[in-house]
């Protein structure tokens, strides 16, 4: 069973910075994808940003791009998201997703979800 943990999250001002961490553990695939998601109150949950384990490579949804960095750590199974210049926009519950295989861009990819951790920016 693959377990996802976010940590990281917080109360920053606006173009502050914070990294989430997602570690991962019970993965039976060499080869996968993972990624975050977020979810402001009363909207749906959106892609952020994903990478796939094998070869590294990254994605990004235009809201983030410039402004975050997703990364991997292989010897810990960390996914890392670096957030700069945070935005009042950026606050919502971010989540980790797994994906066998693949990378992931949407919800519907997600084989397994982390809790979700809180990130809030105040203006």
């Known amino acids: 069973q693959v377990q996802l943990v976010e940590s990281g999250g917080g109360l920053v001002q606006a173009g502050g910075s914070l990294r989430l961490s997602c570690a991962a553990s019970g993965l039976t695939f060499s080869s996968f994808g993972m990624g975050w998601f977020r979810q402001a109150p009363g909207n749906e949950r959106e892609f952020v940003a994903a990478?796939?384990?094998?070869?590294?490579?990254?994605f990004y949804a235009d809201s983030v791009k410039g402004r975050f960095t997703i990364s991997r750590d292989n010897a810990k199974i960390t996914v890392y998201l670096q957030m700069n210049s945070l935005k009042p926009e950026d606050t919502a519950v971010y989540y980790c997703?797994?994906?066998?295989?693949?990378?992931?861009?949407?919800?519907?990819?997600?084989?397994?979800w982390g809790q979700g951790t809180q990130v809030t920016v105040s203006p």
């Open positions: 990478i796939t384990w094998s070869t590294g490579s990254t």
């Open positions: 997703g797994y994906r066998r295989w693949q990378m992931l861009t949407t919800t519907k990819q997600v084989d397994y």
